[in-house]
């Protein structure tokens, strides 16, 4: 049977309003999230762990974010068999909800919702921008110095160096990292071992692959060695793309694995602007059908939306980095995008199911 | 350090292009493996950094284990983690190691920066027997300056670090007799591949 184009379209067409989808927009060669339109989801946390050894106690990360134009936390409520607090980290007013439980507690779990509103970010770098915000003189501080595992010195600031030398606009300084991040970043197998975990580690070994933490940390710290703003954002997908990128959505309504972190970098005349380096490595790696080609129209398209822009499916938890939990004895965290707990002294893995179980669901709430 | 392009950048026609040429290549290559191996084998090289830095960690059962016990002994630090692929095979190697040399060679194994129960359920799997300790906010491991994984120092007698090697090594071949006369002549001891 021959189809045209044309019918192959219609068919197409159909097959997506008798699935109750909406028209992938990638058909359409697009990719362009445009503020306007807030969406609202609540997000519900189920946190509970199995064989408990001593006293118990977890700490789950609160949407703490709020930026009028593109995001707003809207408040959380929980329900536990422990005592819970909300205590939040003094630096960067990372909030998360600390849950203790008596010594002896043979099932602790907590239920947490929370509501955020949200919108997507699209800020156009090739005109002159208009905003007045400035950072004030701590704020500036605080984005531009290194962090435990993003040190700007040393081989940092060297690989910084090189890569905006001729570059004299900020615009192009922070355009040139970005397309160092994305063409430079992936898993070199005939590289063997691995860092220890910070972004000077990573230049040294060689060792350039990871997940959205590791290399939009890398782009974030680059960016702050040229003396640029700039800061992680710590979230979790909530919801698909609505632009056809699968690797770019939550699959499902279960989020729980759908942790991401994005950045931002601050610009006189723009103020704080979305870019997502490590999101178009993740359709280079991950939209189907996989490993994708750096010229692939996918590619090309997140490469340009994402300096600039992004889509407003996403939950923003905080920017924080080396975060301490109160009342743990623990070292502290690089950042704070998953639930953490321990039982006596030792600290559960969070990515260990059996002894640290938790589900973490998303629903698209409709207007008030 | 120059970072190559990811493979996608190069362009698909290359890579046709290097497949066809890769098996001719791997015939050259199986012909010369035992010269290659040897050229690019892992080498214990000389640590020239003159500190002679120092730790009290715990182990995975709590108990704080220090360098200094260790004096009077030749001793292997070595940095790892559980999820580092090339340190997986290591940790028996240098259990084995540690067994030939009866007790002049003392190893102690850092796990940096993880979850002491993720180490914990590693170690049942590999059961060695010496010491496994929690570096775990990686202030060990960067007083140490260790930037990759698995790292290992071999220390003297005096706990003083002589040597290290920042991949994984094949200590099964190594004489644990000769290890200890290299200390002390300065030769280099390559890993025989």
């Keep these: ?368 | 350090m120059k970072f190559r392009a990811a493979p996608e950048v190069r362009g698909a026609p290359l890579l046709r292009t290097v497949a066809a040429f890769g098996c001719a290549l791997a015939v050259f290559v199986a012909a010369t493996l035992p010269l290659r191996a040897t050229a690019n084998a892992a080498e214990l090289q000389r640590w020239n950094d003159g500190r002679q830095p120092s730790f009290t960690l715990p182990d995975t059962d709590g108990a704080d284990i220090a360098l200094d016990t260790a004096r009077g002994h030749v001793a292997l630090v070595h940095f790892f983690a559980t999820w580092c692929a090339p340190c997986r095979g290591e940790l028996p190697a240098l259990n084995r190691l540690a067994a030939r040399a009866n007790g002049s060679v003392k190893v102690f194994a850092i796990s940096v920066a993880e979850v002491d129960l993720r180490v914990r359920r590693f170690i049942q799997t590999v059961p060695v027997d010496f010491s496994i300790l929690l570096d775990r906010d990686r202030a060990v491991a960067k007083a140490w300056k260790v930037s990759t994984l698995p790292t290992t120092f071999v220390l003297d007698t005096d706990l003083s670090p002589k040597l290290l090697v920042e991949t994984e090594y094949a200590w099964d071949h190594i004489d644990p007799a000769k290890l200890a006369d290299t200390l002390v002549s300065g030769a280099r001891e390559r890993s025989p591949q």
Excluded at chain 1, 255 to 269: M, N, P, S, V, Y
Excluded at chain 1, 355 to 367: G, M, N, P, V
């Design chain 1, 1 to 368: 049977m021959h189809l045209d184009k044309r019918d192959f379209l219609k068919t197409g067409t159909a097959f997506a309003l008798t699935a109750g989808l909406p028209l992938p927009a990638f058909a359409q060669g697009t990719f362009a999230p445009r503020p306007g339109i807030w969406r609202n989801f609540e997000i519900v946390t189920k946190l509970e762990i199995a064989e408990p050894a001593g006293k118990a106690q977890a700490w789950i990360p609160l949407p703490s974010v709020n930026e009028k134009d593109w995001f707003k936390s809207g408040g959380s409520r929980w329900a536990t068999n422990g005592v819970a607090t909300q205590p939040r980290d003094p630096r960067y007013g990372a909030e998360m909800l600390h849950v203790e439980w008596t010594e002896g507690e043979k099932a602790p779990w907590v239920e947490l919702t929370s509501k955020v509103s949200t919108q997507d970010r699209a800020i156009d770098l090739s005109i002159p921008g208009t905003s007045s915000l400035e950072l004030s003189a701590t704020e500036r501080t605080l984005n531009t110095e290194g962090s435990d595992l993003i040190p700007i010195d040393g081989i940092v600031k060297e690989t910084s160096d090189a890569i905006v030398t001729g570059k004299t606009t900020e615009v192009e300084k922070v355009h040139a990292i970005y397309g160092w991040i994305v063409e430079k970043t992936f898993r070199d197998a005939k590289v063997r071992g691995c860092g220890i975990g910070d972004i000077a580690a990573m230049l040294k070994t060689g060792n350039l692959g990871g997940k959205c933490a590791d290399l939009n940390a890398l782009f974030v710290g680059l960016v702050r060695a040229a003396g640029i703003p700039a800061r992680d954002v710590y979230g979790i997908r909530v919801a698909p793309s609505k632009f056809g990128y699968k690797a770019l959505g939550a699959g499902s309504e279960v989020i729980t694995k759908a942790q991401h972190c994005r950045a931002e970098i601050f610009l006189a005349g723009y103020g704080w602007v979305p870019i997502d380096p490590a999101d178009v490595r993740k359709v280079v790696l991950e939209e189907p059908p996989g490993n994708l080609p750096i010229d692939n129209p996918k590619v090309v398209a997140a490469r340009k939306t994402l300096f600039g822009a992004w889509e407003g499916n996403w939950l923003a938890y905080n920017f924080a980095h080396d975060v301490a939990l109160p009342g743990s004895n623990g070292p502290k965290l690089g950042f704070l995008m998953y639930p953490q707990a321990e039982c006596g002294n030792a600290r559960l893995d969070c990515h260990d199911p059996d002894t640290f179980k938790y589900t973490i669901r998303s629903r698209e709430l409709t207007a008030a």
